[in-house]
């Protein structure tokens, strides 16, 4: 069952990394885009450790969350100025 959650979580991220780099979508949806891949990118780390029975990679997943956090929060700063 953690197989279908990862191959799901695969499909999802194509999916925002094509809203990420298409013409289509305006700067606020790049940035949701960017905020949702952050997110199941994290899921996937966690599932990944889970998988492998390997308990370090939650401590990549936090540090990452956190970079992700601070990020968006100075991207959305950047384009309030």
Known sequence: ???VTV???LLCI???LYRI???LSDIYDKVLAFNNFSTQAILLITAMSIILNNFFLLDIA???ASISFV???ALMRLMLL
Request: a positive charge; charged letters at 5%; glycine letters at 0%.
């Open 1 to 3: 069952m953690i197989y």
């Open 7 to 9: 191959y799901m979580l």
């Open 14 to 16: 194509s999916v925002m």
């Open 21 to 23: 780099v298409s013409k």
């Open 62 to 64: 936090l540090l990452y």
């Open 71 to 73: 990020s968006t929060i």
